[in-house]
């Protein structure tokens, strides 16, 4: 038997909506992660792992140039003192920050395998070891000196800095990615010689928006190089609202080789993409033969990237092998920019350029207040205890007198010196062995140094201009640290225009060119058999459907569908479905109404005209150009309205028209008769009383009107020999001669 649950006494239990309940907790834990997880601070440019694992490295003394300690110390006092979570966390933040690849300003300097842009993973913290590098002494530089606020860590036991004094723009040099609740941010690095050109702007200039501050920051600053494609414009406005993105490609060039041979050889690829990855989906491409103009890739990286892309053969364009791999690979990325951070530790906000290193630049100015001071309570002091010092240098023997003969010496020398507790204490803690020291010339020429120096902070507290002056100051420092000319500081990322190609090149440089014949049946449904097939007798097709008609195609062309709605429809051969099975509905690749059927479907060739007519008898000459849909939906060139509906397409070739209706009527007239037009509803081609148009062809007026049976049979006849169905456009015409089709069609579809 279980021990018996005793309900709790009636007083003790609450009546909570569940509602109300889920909402109070799922508030708290988005606060916990927007405000201590996922979003940097504007001033640090820090996540709380990062400035937590950046203080514990600075209590271990690991500053730059000392020796190396284990990472798993580093991690064990930080998970221990600061950051309570998992360890392997904190171990993956500190790799991050050493990988010279991720960080473009890396924050530690690590000993040992710390992965590398392949994607491999680091050794385990035991094995590797870490210390900060200058950019991360830089950013903690001044935290013993007041420089900010500290709050208790998680159990009390000692204090943490709410955030780090910053003398590196931290945010926008390095960047962020972090995904919260209801938010994320994603800040790509920055050139940090560039944002300390801004900034000492923005001192100047307080007002300038993000827009004037493009002078000096182009664009982000990858540390594995690439080049930028987007256009000034859209960079700005990036900038300006603190939303956007910017397009990066590889940066590569043409490498020639033996007897007219040449390769494409990759030297910097975008950020954050994997190399060994990025190898493998273009290997996977190649095995699909989805990128016909490349024969072969191959990684000869050593320290350097170097990824060789071989041609199918020497006639191929470079530039647009390289555009099908950047339509299709990673080769091209688009790294997103949301400034989203938050504001003086608290408020999370969405932010642009000028925005951000405004907030860096008040937290420098907030810091140089607060070092200030620090100093001058320091200087104060000692400026104090010199005091104290030099009465004692000057009555030597009488304080010596007083400190053997008195119990408590203290009162006695403070009122025999008139001396305050701080001088006292500070001549009765004294060692021997600095009398020696105590020389009136010495004491007089520390304490004339230090009032001079207190003279200075108190006109650099008084005074804005000077603090800010002096915050300019330092900037330069750093922008001299990390300027253009040196190893770090040299721009890595570049910037372009995309080259302007034709996009049905690069469409078909996407596709290997191969024969196929396209099948569609009576109801419509479209499947692509490899090779020109001729004989079709063995088709399959579903319960009460049959052939409608086919053609050939190839694999890269574009097919026009003229559907009953007026609508043509573009189709690219290469997405049609193959030859097992019955296919797919065809308007399951297009958006095209249940009640619109397939009047005509054709390879688009270009530089041709077609005539078009609906049912009542309207029609007009439209050119293929005309025809052409980029979207889903089609492009509306017949204009239709039911019951009325589109009823036949022929290529324009000749100079006349034989048109013929339901009621088998058919009229001959020129075809200067009827206009060329890009979108209407047409004119009158032939008048009926009942039924409507049924078929419409072109010919030559030497040639006479051909038409075929239903047997597939070739029958003409010459213009003298049907002088009796002349006329002019919206007559009547005449029954058909002798021996035309039942069908009532011209039998002379479009190829």
């Given at each position: 038997?279980?021990?018996r649950?005793?309900p709790?006494?009636?007083?003790?239990?609450?009546?909570?909506?569940l509602r109300?309940?889920?909402?109070?907790?799922?508030?708290?834990?988005?606060?916990s992660?927007?405000?201590?997880?996922?979003?940097p601070d504007?001033?640090?440019?820090?996540?709380?792992?990062?400035?937590?694992?950046?203080?514990?490295m600075?209590?271990?003394?690991?500053?730059?140039?000392?020796?190396?300690?284990?990472?798993?110390k580093?991690?064990?006092?930080?998970m221990?003192?600061?950051?309570?979570?998992?360890?392997?966390?904190?171990?993956d933040?500190?790799?991050?920050?050493?990988?010279?690849?991720?960080?473009?300003y890396?924050?530690?300097?690590?000993?040992g395998?710390?992965?590398?842009?392949d994607?491999?993973?680091?050794a385990?913290?035991?094995?590797?070891?870490?210390?900060?590098?200058?950019?991360?002494r830089?950013?903690?530089?001044?935290?013993?000196?007041?420089?900010v606020?500290?709050?208790?860590?998680?159990?009390?036991?000692?204090?943490?800095?709410?955030?780090?004094?910053?003398?590196?723009?931290n945010?926008?040099?390095n960047?962020?990615?972090?995904?919260?609740?209801?938010?994320?941010?994603?800040?790509?690095?920055?050139?940090?010689?560039?944002?300390?050109?801004?900034a000492?702007?923005?001192?100047e200039r307080?007002?300038t928006k993000?827009?004037?501050?493009?002078?000096?920051?182009?664009?982000?600053d990858?540390?594995t190089?690439?080049?930028?494609?987007?256009?000034?414009?859209?960079?700005?406005?990036?900038?300006a609202?603190?939303?956007g993105?910017?397009r990066?490609r590889?940066?590569?060039?043409?490498?020639?080789?033996?007897?007219?041979?040449?390769?494409v050889?990759?030297?910097?690829?975008?950020?954050l993409v994997?190399?060994?990855?990025l190898?493998e989906?273009?290997a996977?491409?190649?095995?699909?033969?989805?990128?016909?103009?490349?024969?072969?890739?191959r990684?000869e990286?050593?320290?350097?990237?170097?990824?060789?892309?071989?041609?199918k053969s020497?006639?191929?364009?470079?530039?647009?092998?390289?555009?099908?791999?950047?339509?299709?690979?990673?080769?091209?990325?688009?790294?997103?920019?949301?400034?989203?951070?938050?504001?003086?530790?608290?408020i999370?906000?969405v932010?642009?350029?000028?925005e951000?290193?405004?907030?860096w630049?008040?937290?420098?100015?907030?810091?140089?207040i607060?070092?200030?001071?620090?100093?001058q309570?320091?200087?104060?002091?000692?400026?104090?205890?010199?005091?104290?010092?030099?009465?004692?240098?000057?009555?030597?023997?009488?304080?010596?007198?007083?400190?053997?003969?008195?119990d408590?010496?203290?009162?006695v020398l403070?009122?025999?010196?008139?001396?305050?507790?701080?001088?006292?204490?500070?001549?009765?803690n004294?060692?021997?062995?600095n009398l020696?020291?105590?020389?009136?010339?010495?004491?007089?020429?520390?304490?004339k140094?230090?009032?001079a120096?207190?003279?200075?902070?108190k006109s650099?507290?008084?005074?804005?201009?000077?603090?800010w002056?002096?915050?300019a100051?330092?900037?330069?420092e750093?922008r001299?640290?990390f300027g253009?000319?040196t190893?770090?500081?040299r721009?890595?990322?570049s910037?372009?225009l995309?080259?302007?190609?034709d996009?049905?090149a690069i469409?078909?440089?996407?596709?290997?060119?191969?024969p196929i014949?396209?099948v569609?049946s009576?109801?419509?449904?479209?499947r692509?058999?490899?090779?020109?097939?001729?004989?079709?007798?063995?088709l399959?097709?579903?319960?009460?459907?049959?052939?409608g008609?086919?053609?050939?195609?190839?694999?890269?062309?574009?097919?026009?569908?003229?559907?009953?709605?007026?609508?043509?429809?573009t189709?690219?051969?290469?997405?049609?479905?193959?030859?097992?099975?019955h296919?797919e509905?065809i308007?399951?690749?297009i958006?095209?109404?249940?009640?619109?059927d397939?009047?005509?479907?054709?390879?688009?060739?270009?530089?041709?005209?077609?005539?078009?007519?609906?049912?009542?008898?309207?029609?007009?000459?439209?050119?293929?150009?005309?025809c052409i849909?980029?979207?889903?939906?089609?492009?509306?060139?017949?204009?239709?309205?039911p019951?009325?509906?589109?009823?036949?397409l022929a290529?324009?070739?000749g100079?006349q028209?034989a048109v013929?209706?339901d009621?088998?009527?058919m009229l001959?007239?020129?075809?200067?008769?009827?206009?060329?037009?890009?979108r209407?509803?047409?004119?009158?081609?032939?008048?009926?009383?009942?039924?409507?148009?049924?078929?419409?062809?072109t010919?030559a007026?030497?040639?006479?009107?051909?038409?075929?049976d239903s047997?597939?049979?070739?029958?003409?006849?010459?213009?003298k020999?049907?002088?009796?169905?002349?006329?002019t456009?919206?007559d009547?015409?005449?029954?058909?001669?002798?021996?035309?089709?039942?069908?009532?069609?011209?039998?002379?579809?479009p190829?």
């Amino acid at each position: 038997m279980g021990k018996r649950l005793i309900p709790p006494e009636s007083a003790d239990i609450q009546d909570v909506a569940l509602r109300d309940a889920l909402e109070e907790r799922y508030l708290a834990y988005a606060l916990s992660t927007i405000m201590h997880r996922a979003l940097p601070d504007a001033r640090d440019g820090l996540k709380p792992v990062h400035r937590r694992i950046l203080y514990g490295m600075r209590l271990l003394r690991l500053d730059p140039g000392t020796a190396f300690k284990k990472s798993a110390k580093i991690v064990g006092d930080v998970m221990g003192s600061f950051h309570p979570h998992g360890d392997q966390a904190i171990y993956d933040a500190l790799v991050r920050l050493a990988q010279d690849f991720s960080s473009r300003y890396p924050l530690v300097d690590g000993q040992g395998n710390f992965g590398n842009i392949d994607g491999d993973t680091a050794a385990a913290y035991r094995y590797t070891e870490a210390r900060m590098t200058d950019v991360a002494r830089l950013i903690i530089e001044g935290i013993d000196e007041d420089a900010v606020d500290f709050r208790p860590n998680y159990d009390g036991q000692s204090e943490e800095p709410a955030v780090l004094p910053a003398a590196f723009p931290n945010l926008l040099a390095n960047g962020a990615q972090g995904i919260a609740v209801g938010m994320a941010t994603s800040i790509p690095p920055h050139n940090a010689a560039e944002l300390c050109d801004a900034a000492l702007h923005l001192i100047e200039r307080p007002a300038t928006k993000s827009s004037g501050l493009m002078k000096y920051v182009k664009g982000p600053d990858f540390p594995t190089g690439g080049i930028i494609v987007d256009p000034p414009q859209a960079i700005a406005e990036a900038y300006a609202t603190g939303k956007g993105g910017f397009r990066v490609r590889a940066k590569w060039h043409r490498e020639e080789g033996s007897r007219g041979t040449w390769v494409v050889v990759v030297s910097e690829i975008p950020w954050l993409v994997q190399k060994s990855r990025l190898i493998e989906k273009i290997a996977e491409l190649l095995n699909e033969r989805k990128l016909p103009l490349v024969a072969d890739i191959r990684d000869e990286s050593a320290e350097d990237i170097r990824v060789v892309i071989e041609p199918k053969s020497r006639t191929v364009d470079p530039e647009l092998l390289m555009e099908s791999l950047f339509k299709l690979t990673e080769l091209e990325s688009r790294i997103p920019l949301n400034m989203n951070v938050l504001i003086k530790g608290r408020i999370p906000k969405v932010i642009g350029l000028a925005e951000a290193l405004r907030e860096w630049l008040d937290h420098r100015r907030e810091v140089l207040i607060r070092r200030s001071r620090y100093r001058q309570q320091q200087i104060e002091h000692r400026l104090e205890v010199l005091g104290g010092f030099l009465v004692a240098y000057l009555n030597l023997d009488k304080v010596i007198k007083i400190i053997r003969s008195e119990d408590e010496p203290k009162p006695v020398l403070i009122r025999a010196f008139k001396l305050t507790e701080v001088q006292a204490d500070a001549i009765l803690n004294m060692r021997l062995r600095n009398l020696r020291k105590l020389e009136e010339m010495e004491i007089r020429g520390e304490d004339k140094a230090l009032r001079a120096e207190l003279k200075g902070i108190k006109s650099l507290l008084g005074s804005e201009g000077e603090q800010w002056k002096k915050v300019a100051d330092q900037i330069r420092e750093v922008r001299a640290t990390f300027g253009a000319k040196t190893a770090l500081g040299r721009r890595r990322t570049s910037f372009a225009l995309a080259p302007e190609h034709d996009l049905a090149a690069i469409e078909e440089a996407l596709v290997e060119r191969e024969p196929i014949t396209v099948v569609v049946s009576e109801k419509g449904w479209v499947r692509t058999l490899k090779g020109q097939v001729e004989d079709l007798s063995n088709l399959a097709f579903k319960t009460d459907d049959r052939l409608g008609y086919a053609f050939h195609a190839e694999t890269t062309s574009k097919l026009l569908l003229f559907a009953t709605n007026g609508r043509f429809y573009t189709l690219d051969a290469a997405k049609l479905p193959g030859g097992r099975g019955h296919g797919e509905p065809i308007r399951m690749l297009i958006d095209m109404e249940q009640d619109a059927d397939i009047v005509a479907l054709f390879v688009n060739r270009g530089g041709r005209k077609f005539l078009v007519a609906s049912r009542d008898g309207q029609g007009f000459i439209v050119s293929e150009e005309d025809c052409i849909a980029n979207t889903r939906k089609g492009k509306q060139v017949l204009n239709v309205t039911p019951p009325n509906e589109a009823r036949a397409l022929a290529v324009v070739a000749g100079d006349q028209v034989a048109v013929i209706g339901d009621n088998r009527k058919m009229l001959l007239f020129p075809l200067d008769q009827v206009p060329e037009m890009a979108r209407g509803r047409g004119v009158r081609l032939q008048r009926y009383k009942d039924g409507g148009l049924c078929d419409v062809t072109t010919f030559a007026a030497r040639e006479g009107l051909a038409w075929r049976d239903s047997a597939g049979r070739e029958f003409s006849a010459s213009l003298k020999e049907l002088s009796e169905w002349r006329g002019t456009r919206s007559d009547a015409g005449r029954l058909a001669p002798k021996g035309f089709p039942k069908s009532n069609r011209f039998g002379r579809a479009p190829e």
